[in-house]
């Protein structure tokens, strides 16, 4: 069973093992322990936490009540490890896990705050006794009245439909579509004119998911959600948030709906109230200031990064255009190339917040991964949208240069002229140092100032994607450092490798450096690190650079990747194996340790594509781990003089 579906709920949810020790909890029941979900579940016995004073409870270390059938919800006192009090509905559920094993749900909603309110309330109450006397008196003065009881009556009624009429035309003033409906599904006559707007309808008779124009699969959906609210079995807080949120309006308005519970004299939910509310004019200034906001983060990027960013500006003419070229090739498709593309791509449009870029390589990576997973159900269907979305990210990139073209310009990133210098030309000038006298070093160092480029700026904008990756999952990270940055090399070279490179440090922090909380209960920083070291080594016959990418996080667990194998039906691989080489599957294409995709990693193409990269360029790949300790990624390639290069007129002169 996954037990993350009870990560959203705000009462607090245990699972229990049969010796009651704790196999889950989530976020609300860590916070009324006063604990952390990771402490709580090392496996000690949950009254070890909490002292029920109810000792039958199944919860206490002889208690047999929940144990056999579920219960319901009782009140009880506790008593925490600190020695704090308070108050809970309980209730116990058992139930048996796809493994067979017997385990328990307790659900805890604190009434704490409540019994304090009760209390103060009653005191209150006492306090005001003077006011029943008061209504005593005024009793005697409407038996005063009685005489004038019909004229008072009729005045009365006239009172009531007048505030109707204020109450009703307030109402429609807000703008906001308010409607009731019943355990039936059925909404009432009442109901706010907004309705007619905002939810394209008169709701009166309707059924409520005919209201909200919901399909037959999402009708089904929603009138399972209402039997779970008007059965009651989860507090109404606890299921609001699984109704639909937002209605599909037929003008693309951004209509967003709540809910609240309308309770009978008994206490229990007679209807429920949707309030429907325009929110059109929010949403659009909120993603105009965003959008701002990603327009100011990339001057920034782009001024202290500019010759990183020119080349990502070619770099995107290039990939598009080999992305074309592979697609139209649909029936020998290179799928895995394909999406190493794309997937670079879109990790140097996000380092760059090239926001529509990004989304629209990320897109095509959408569209192209049933054919990548082999789940497409119609692959020529696949290959229609596949083109429709290249298409679609080409006019992405031409208007991403169009509405940014002043911008480049006044940096200097686009549009300024360059020429071209072939490596003979550069080797005239050598020769003619040489004849007049120059020794070998002296002319070796010229050709590298005029040529080549020192390898640390290469790497600095580097430290902005790993920054981006630290902020969105919560990580603390120190400023990134070079280790043999002055090492100079020929840029124009190692592109394509530097552009693969961005996995490697969104891994290093999505993977690699661990919360917070979790380094220092390890004795470690709260602050990760990662640094980079470049060396230049001759083997005799080759001279190599290595760039070595270093994370001090929690390493690479080579159990998981061999469960990852196994899942994947390539057990068989791995026998007899050692850690390290098991480790060196990461590289493969389609291979990732998450269950999931996130915004940074899981797709299986980014480890794959340094390693295309440097294979290309005749060299290796490896990763070294220790775990607890971090682990460091080491590309190994030839140093490469190329046959043409670029250089900039003022070096060229």
């Known amino acids: 069973m996954d037990y993350s579906i009870f990560d959203s709920l705000i009462d607090g949810v245990f699972v229990l093992r049969a010796d009651r020790s704790v ?6 029941a860590a916070t009324l322990a006063e604990s952390s979900v990771r402490r709580l579940t090392r496996g000690g016995p949950i009254y070890d936490h909490f002292k029920f004073d109810d000792e039958t409870l199944f919860v206490m270390p002889k208690g047999e009540w929940g144990k056999d059938e579920a219960t319901p919800y009782k009140e009880v006192a506790f008593e925490l490890k600190s020695g704090k009090l308070g108050r809970v509905q309980l209730a116990i559920q058992p139930f048996t896990d796809a493994a067979g094993e017997l385990r328990w749900v307790l659900m805890l909603h604190d009434v704490t705050l409540e ?16 006011v029943i006397d008061e209504l005593k008196i005024a009793q005697e003065k409407l038996e005063a009245y009685s005489k004038n009881l019909e004229s008072m009556v009729e005045e009365r009624t006239r009172e009531l439909k007048s505030a109707n009429l204020m109450l009703s035309a307030i109402m429609d003033s807000l703008g906001q579509g308010f409607l009731v409906f019943n355990e039936g599904g059925v909404c009432s006559k009442i109901f706010t004119k907004a309705c007619e707007d905002v939810l394209e309808c008169n709701p009166a008779d309707k059924n409520i998911w005919d209201v909200l124009r919901l399909d037959s699969s999402e009708s089904e959906t929603f009138q399972m959600w209402m039997k779970a609210v008007y059965s009651e079995a989860l507090p109404f807080a606890d299921l609001k948030n699984l109704a639909p949120n937002e209605y599909k309006h037929s003008e693309n308005r951004f209509i967003e709906l709540d809910y609240y519970p309308l309770n009978t004299d008994e206490g229990s939910i007679g209807n429920v109230v949707l309030v429907a509310t325009d929110k059109t004019a929010v949403r659009e200034a909120n993603l105009a200031l965003e959008k701002e ?19 990502f500006l070619a770099s995107c003419v290039a990939t ?12 020998d498709l290179d799928i895995n190339y394909l999406f190493r593309l794309l997937h670079t791509l879109e990790g140097e449009a996000a380092t760059y917040s090239a926001n529509e870029l ?28 596949l083109k429709r979305s290249v298409n679609d990210l080409e006019t992405s990139y031409s208007d991403f240069m169009a509405n940014n073209e002043k911008l480049f310009t006044l940096t200097g990133v686009a549009g300024s002229r360059r020429v071209e210098v072939t490596l003979e030309e550069v080797s005239g000038l050598m020769d003619d140092l040489r004849k007049r006298g120059v020794p070998e070093e002296a002319c070796v160092l010229v050709q590298n100032l005029l040529l080549a480029e020192p390898v640390a700026p290469l790497f600095m ?64 920083d709260e602050q990760g690190q990662i640094k980079v070291v470049v060396k230049s080594t001759d083997s005799g016959q080759q001279q190599w650079l290595e760039f070595h990418i270093c994370d001090d996080g929690g390493g690479i667990d080579a159990s998981r990747v061999r469960r990852k194998m196994q899942e994947m039906g390539r057990g068989n691989e791995i026998e007899g194996l050692s850690d390290h080489q098991v480790i060196q599957y990461i590289f493969d294409d389609g291979f990732s340790t998450r269950d999931s995709v996130s915004d940074f990693s899981g797709r299986g193409v980014g480890m794959s594509a340094i390693k295309a990269s440097a294979e290309e ?6 990763v070294q781990t220790q775990p607890g300790v ?13 046959n043409e290069l670029v250089v900039a007129e003022a070096i060229a002169s």
């Open 320 to 331: 598009i255009s080999s992305v074309k070229t592979l697609v139209s090739q649909s029936s």
């Open 293 to 311: 906001k990603q327009f100011v983060k990339m001057v920034m990027k782009i001024v202290a990064n500019k010759g990183q960013f020119s080349k």
């Open 461 to 524: 904008h580097m430290n902005d994607v790993a920054t981006l990756v630290a902020e969105r999952t919560g990580k603390k990270l120190k400023p990134m450092y070079v280790e043999g940055g002055e090492i100079r090399v020929y840029p124009a070279a190692y592109e394509e490798l530097f552009s693969t490179l961005v996995h490697a440090f969104r891994n290093a922090v999505d993977h690699g450096i661990e919360p917070p909380e979790e380094r220092q209960m390890a004795g470690k």
């Open 617 to 622: 360029l005749g060299g290796t790949v490896e």
């Open 358 to 385: 990004w989304r629209a390589s990320r897109m095509v990576q959408e569209v192209l991964e049933p054919l990548r997973s082999g789940k497409a159900e119609n692959p020529e269907a696949v290959i229609v949208n």
């Open 23 to 28: 196999l889950y909890c989530n976020e609300a």
């Open 115 to 130: 019994e304090v309110l009760h209390k103060k309330y009653h005191k209150q109450l006492e306090e005001k006794e003077v």
């Open 630 to 642: 971090g682990s460091r990624l080491m590309i190994k390639v030839p140093l490469i003089v190329p």
